[in-house]
């Protein structure tokens, strides 16, 4: 079964989008295709507070993609995702969500290591709504900009080999979560040096969108307001 996956990335490049659809292609049916938008949705890099008050920015991109037969939102944060699940019947997900389900489920206790800080109260936050909490043993930082991720400096990937080093010596997690969108190439080298399971997100986006939609299930509509009577003759 072919499809079309939309991955709205907030902060679009050049390097980052085709850094994205490298992953996502590795992993989709390969009949299926895959759509990034091509300009920046925000300005300022990763301000929380701009992302949350923008999601309208995001849900246009839906509202106006008609082809599209799923989506990925290419934020940890996950911004804007309860909003996009009301006005459309498409599956989707964002990258945060999906690496925290798939680390659920090949792990009983998982850590997760962001490019920077600014993130932490965001993924809190969403940790304790998906009801995963208490399975994310360890939440740090290597102040790097996923930006410059994208160049994969020696001292980037030096930084980023240190911190999943002292993860697993001082959390003993079952597997890893790293925020750092398509680096897929990367986690693999990790995940087989350090011998644990390392989840990117937009590839445990990607399969889980195809998943559903294989099996054809759809975020369902409310198109009739309820009846209210309960029942009860007026």
């Known amino acids: 079964m072919s499809i079309e996956i ?12 085709a850094k994205l659809k490298k992953c996502v292609s590795e992993v989709i049916d390969k009949n299926s295709t895959v759509y990034l938008n091509q300009n920046s949705i925000f300005e300022d890099y990763y301000s929380y507070y701009l992302e949350t008050a923008n999601v309208s920015k995001i849900v246009k991109e839906i509202e106006s993609n008609n082809s599209s037969d799923a ?23 964002g990258i945060g969500e999906a690496a925290f389900y798939t680390a659920n489920i090949i792990a009983n206790k998982f850590s997760i290591i962001t490019n920077l800080s600014t993130s932490h109260e965001a993924l809190k936050n969403n940790l304790i709504k998906y009801d995963l909490d208490n399975k994310c043993v360890s939440l740090k930082s290597i102040e790097v900009p996923i930006l410059d ?11 980023l080999e240190s911190e999943i080093n002292r993860t697993i010596v001082e959390d003993n997690p079952e597997a890893i979560i790293i925020t750092s969108p398509g680096i897929l190439n990367l986690t693999k080298i990790f995940s087989d040096r350090f011998n644990i399971p390392i989840v990117e997100g937009v590839t445990a986006a990607a399969t889980l969108l195809e998943a559903l939609s294989k099996q054809d299930l759809k975020i369902k509509k409310i198109t009739n307001p309820p009846n209210k009577n309960y029942g009860i003759p007026i």
Do not use: H, Q, W
Request: with cysteine; net charge positive; aromatic share 6%.
């Open 6 to 17: 939309c991955i709205i990335n907030p902060y679009a490049t050049d390097k980052s989008n």
């Open 149 to 159: 991720m994208e160049t994969m400096s020696k001292l980037n990937i030096k930084k």
């Open 71 to 93: 989506f990925i939102i290419a934020c940890y944060e996950d911004i804007g995702i309860d909003v996009i699940r009301k006005i459309t019947s498409r599956p989707v997900i």
